[in-house]
């Protein structure tokens, strides 16, 4: 055997079927651990369990478990001794071993019983020992390795799986990269001593917005991350820490999260939160309203105008081409004023000057510095003043909403929970779980948020994987 610890442990691999992909909501409906010890010895044991609720049919259809099969099976509460027995002092090896931990806590809580063990992911290790592969899938590893299973997805038949596993990167992987990899899989973040020990274990891995509080619960910041457990877990890490981190790890004394069903909705939801409660050591985003922004107004045979406005006071058919979001309209029209030197534009013409400057008639005084090619004089056409304006322009242009009216993106993360969030004309009314809550947001009340329209633009170009649905 290498000499691997964590590997060369006594370990349990552990495998479950469930009702369902949320530990809150759904129960076990079999359980298969295969124990390893550190001399080689093997025992395996399984067990059908009750859940107390009818198996979706598309479980059953996945994993051959039937309502009838569980009917006189045991429940959990029956069970869970001999299982304690076998997991208590062992590495717990599992493939996305947070979601069969996750599972075993939440049924063990119900029994008001707490548990905790070191686990090792072997969709981690395999991460690890194996970057160069896309998928690390239990179905993608049977293949690559060439392993068989008589019973796969049967709680007993992935945990003899993952068994063999084991034993082939024992014997393909060069020790010290197998060692070394296991240390990293195995390695978590130690926590402040002002935190409660188990945190670790009750973070979730998966997308949302966490919130770290300090004395008399003053709110310090407020992150969203793909995975809320492992983000939270990196700001308590020594490893290059800056002076800044180090002080918001000591004065955290209480993480509180909320989770999403994808990238989106955590984004969002962390954008308005930091904007609304404004956290100490978040960078601050001022208040959304009073967004100003330059609006062409064309003409006809004349030149064409530019004129600052509030973006909220324009109404959706009234809009034109907009250019650039300011906070304060005295920075839009310094802007305006910059574009105009830089491209030799006219003053007088865009309506940044009254009346004409001396000398030639009629012109605007940056013509008489040869600053100005004549548009107010009629020597430049408004034809070629117009062009020259829309390609001075054009990088700030903002984005036209690319939906006749309001939509939805529907986010749906592993365990099937859906979110949707309700858009509008770039702004973001909320999330909500049933299409039909969506005519309560009031769009009227959401100010444009350049944050927001940013966000948002950026996800709409790609919606990886998202659904959007235009409700009209």
């Known amino acids: 055997m290498s000499e691997a610890p ?53 479980i059953a259809a996945f994993t051959g478990i ?6 006189d099976a045991p429940r959990f509460e029956d069970v869970h001794r001999e299982l304690l027995a076998r997991l208590a002092g062992r590495v717990f090896v599992a ?47 049977i293949a690559r390795h060439g392993l068989a299973c008589a019973a796969r997805h049967r709680a007993l038949g992935d945990a003899r799986v993952l068994r063999e596993l084991l034993d082939v990167w024992r014997r393909e992987v060069a020790p010290a990269t197998l060692a070394a990899a296991v240390a990293v899989v195995l390695r978590e973040a130690p926590l402040p001593p002002q935190l409660p020990a188990g945190l670790a274990d009750e973070l979730p891995e998966s997308a949302g917005v966490y919130r770290f509080y300090g004395e008399d619960g003053a709110l310090l910041y407020v992150g969203k991350s793909n995975n809320i457990r492992s983000r939270v877990l990196q700001h308590f890490a020594v490893v290059q820490r800056s002076a800044g981190a180090q002080r918001l790890a000591r004065q955290v004394q209480r993480v509180a999260w909320t989770e ?7 984004l969002l939801l962390e954008t308005r939160a930091v904007r609304a409660d404004r956290p100490l050591h ?5 208040a959304a309203e009073g967004v100003y922004t330059l609006r062409l107004e064309p003409g006809a045979a004349a030149p064409d105008h530019v004129a600052v406005v509030e973006l909220d006071s324009l109404g959706r058919a009234a809009r034109g081409e907009l250019y650039g979001l300011y906070r304060e309209a005295p920075v839009a029209w310094r802007a ?21 400057g001396p000398g030639t008639a009629g012109s605007c005084f940056a013509y008489q510095l040869k600053r100005c090619k004549g548009a107010c004089i009629g020597a430049e056409p408004a034809a070629l003043h117009n062009a020259r304006l829309r390609l001075a322009l054009a ?33 973001y009314l909320g999330t909500v779980r049933d299409a039909a809550d969506a005519d309560g947001l009031d769009a009227d009340a959401v100010s444009f948020d350049p944050d927001v329209y940013r966000i948002l633009k950026r996800f709409l170009a790609a919606p990886a994987g998202a659904r959007v649905i235009e409700l009209g």
């Open 6 to 58: 964590g590997i060369d442990a006594d370990l349990v691999c552990v495998d479950l079927e469930t009702t369902g992909g949320n530990a809150t909501w759904h129960r076990i409906i079999e359980i298969g651990t295969v124990e390893i010890d550190r001399d080689g010895s093997v025992r395996e044991w399984s067990t059908l369990v009750n859940p107390g609720t009818r198996i979706p049919p598309q």
């Open 66 to 71: 039937s309502d009838e099969m569980v009917a």
């Open 95 to 141: 493939h996305n071993a947070r979601f069969d931990y996750g599972f075993i806590r939440a049924e063990l809580a119900r029994l008001e019983l707490r548990f905790t063990a070191r686990l090792l992911c072997t969709v981690k290790l395999s991460r690890r020992l194996f970057p160069q592969q896309p998928r690390h899938n239990l179905d993608a590893v």
């Open 260 to 266: 999403t069903a994808g990238a989106l909705g955590a």
């Open 282 to 286: 978040n960078r601050r985003l001022r």
């Open 336 to 356: 305006l004023e910059e574009i105009v030197r830089a491209h030799q534009l006219c003053a007088l013409v865009l309506g940044l000057e009254r009346g004409a």
């Open 395 to 427: 990088r700030l242009r903002l984005t036209p909403w690319p939906y006749r009216g309001r939509v939805l993106v529907a986010e749906r993360d592993w365990r099937g929970q859906q979110d949707l969030h309700v858009l509008d004309d770039w702004r």
